[in-house]
């Protein structure tokens, strides 16, 4: 009766895993149901939820669990973050949901209401949590996040309970904004189809190489939880001080790396994603702008040329939203940031295309109500394009050769980390500046008005300069001591 039931266990989860997949490849093929699309967001999230659970936040804020906490302040942060449920609403409406769709007009009739309500009463537990030391004697032990600033133990005297309440508010706050919020928004909604997909050919891959040491189960496990055990991982790095600043700068790598999911990867394969529409023009996917450009081409040569730019291109922009992803994991493993001779050549050549004849842009995005960075694409018309995909093809060989030479490859190699952290100094300047500018322009039109949501605002504005600044000046560092 017991191997029927652990059977039968396994069997449940395996209908799970493998309904959660196909509820991702449909929505990768843009082919998903509006409701069942619904379904799929509310359980990303709740799975998401669960796996900070498990990591046991009120061990990596104070060095000891407490169940009661980390189920309030879970609640607590979904709570804040409620506001992303009107967008989940939107996109309800907009694919015809049936079943949800008259709950989902509901919500955005009342979205005002609905997302000051949520966030109010999120501000008010946050507050509540955080002063938990006035009422109960928080042992705080290490490692923890508060016993990196704060004295060990209980707390000693009244001030003593007043500063670590301020701590923990600064604290419990900050991983909500650099964290919590981050990983929910981008993950959880934005790019986890796009994330498990690209998992499934992976380990399909592997599966079909080393078939005879796979076993199916294995894979459909690791298929089911590829961006779950990712997560779960990025969060351990906030439980100990070794590893903090790291985790930090980390958040800010994400920022690129997911806009690899968000806009390159859409471009690349013909993707439409559902908030494109929000963005105005200038987002048409890229075989469409070159089959535009090859159309109108004269010679067979300039056709080659159209080619050699938009690859070039390509390798470009992804380059250097990768590139930074690769700087941060040599750093983590604690080695020098190294490039090989063919990707140093693959890096100048890239460039050369990338700065003369763009097909891709980057800069802030240009619609009210959305934040963030915005990567355009544009056909090359009226480009003399064929010269230039010559140039970038002989640079890409000349600098492959002169790479081949020690002397040579250190400076080369110099160049091309400056030149990645140039894009993104560049890429953060845009995104921290723009959340900097919303938290200050909803102080002034409604801060003023409701105090309670100005303190809000103004702490969150505080958190996100630090993060931002610090969290590079930390990658800065570490990857040229590295």
Same mark, same amino acid.
């Given at each position: ?25 449909? !929505?990768?093929? #843009? ?27 009120? !061990?990596?804020?104070?060095?000891? #669990? ?27 409406? !907009? ?15 009342? /979205?005002? #209401? ?14 509540? %949590? ?20 704060? *004295? ?7 001030? $003593? ?10 604290? %419990? ?11 929910? !928004? ?49 969060? *351990?790095?906030?439980? $100990? ?10 958040? %800010? ?38 089959? $535009? ?8 040569? $300039? ?12 390798? /470009? ?98 160049? @091309?980390? @400056? ?28 801060? %003023? /008005? ?33």
């Amino acid at each position: 009766m017991g191997r029927l039931r652990d059977s039968l266990n396994v069997g449940i989860e395996e209908a799970i895993i493998v309904f959660l997949i196909i509820l991702n490849v449909l !929505e990768f093929m #843009q082919i998903l149901p509006g409701d069942l699309d619904f379904v799929k967001k509310i359980i990303s999230w709740t799975a998401l939820g669960y796996l900070l659970y498990k990591a046991k936040l009120s !061990e990596l804020f104070f060095g000891e #669990q407490h169940t009661g906490f980390d189920i309030a302040l879970i609640f607590t942060y979904f709570l804040l973050i409620l506001k992303n449920f009107v967008l989940f609403s939107k996109e309800a409406v !907009e694919h015809s949901a049936a079943i949800f769709g008259p709950l989902a007009k509901f919500i955005l009739y009342h /979205a005002a #209401q609905f997302e000051m309500f949520t966030f109010l009463l999120g501000g008010v537990m946050l507050i509540l %949590l955080s002063f938990i030391h006035l009422v109960t004697h928080v042992d705080v032990k290490s490692p923890s996040i508060l016993a990196m600033f704060h *004295e060990e133990g209980e707390s000693t005297s009244g001030l $003593d309970r007043i500063l670590r309440s301020l701590l923990t508010l600064f604290i %419990l706050s900050a991983f909500y904004l650099v964290v919590f919020n981050l990983v929910m !928004e981008w993950l959880a909604w934005a790019i986890d189809s796009s994330l498990l997909v690209l998992g499934i050919f992976f380990y399909l891959f592997f599966f079909i190489r080393y078939s005879k040491t796979f076993h199916a189960e294995t894979i459909l496990y690791k298929i089911g939880t590829v961006g779950e055990e990712f997560y779960e991982k990025f969060i *351990e790095l906030f439980k $100990d001080i070794r590893t903090l600043y790291l985790g930090v700068a980390g958040m %800010l790598v994400l920022h690129l790396l997911t806009d690899v999911g968000n806009f390159i990867l859409p471009y690349l394969i013909g993707k439409e994603i559902s908030y494109f529409g929000t963005l105005g023009p200038n987002h048409e996917v890229l075989w469409r702008l070159l089959a $535009d450009n090859l159309h109108v081409a004269v010679s067979m040569l $300039d056709k080659i040329g159209l080619v050699l730019v938009y690859v070039f291109n390509v390798i /470009a922009i992804l380059f250097l939203l990768l590139g930074p992803a690769y700087i941060w994991y040599r750093v983590s493993r604690s080695k020098h940031v190294k490039f090989s001779a063919t990707f140093i050549g693959l890096f100048f050549g890239s460039v050369i295309s990338f700065i003369i004849a763009p097909v891709f842009f980057v800069d802030r995005i240009n619609v009210s109500g959305i934040v963030g960075v915005d990567i355009m694409t544009k056909g090359l018309e009226g480009y003399s394009v064929t010269w230039i995909g010559i140039a970038s093809l002989v640079v890409f060989v000349l600098f492959i050769l002169l790479s081949r030479i020690m002397s040579v490859r250190r400076i080369t190699n110099i160049i @091309t980390i @400056t030149g990645i952290e140039i894009f993104f100094a560049y890429y953060i300047f845009i995104y921290s500046t723009e959340m900097i500018m919303y938290y200050y322009t909803t102080f002034m039109n409604h801060g %003023l /008005a409701n105090p309670f949501l100005g303190f809000w605002m103004i702490l969150f504005l505080a958190i996100t300069a630090l993060f931002y600044i610090g969290g590079f000046a930390v990658f800065m560092v570490k990857s040229w001591l590295a």
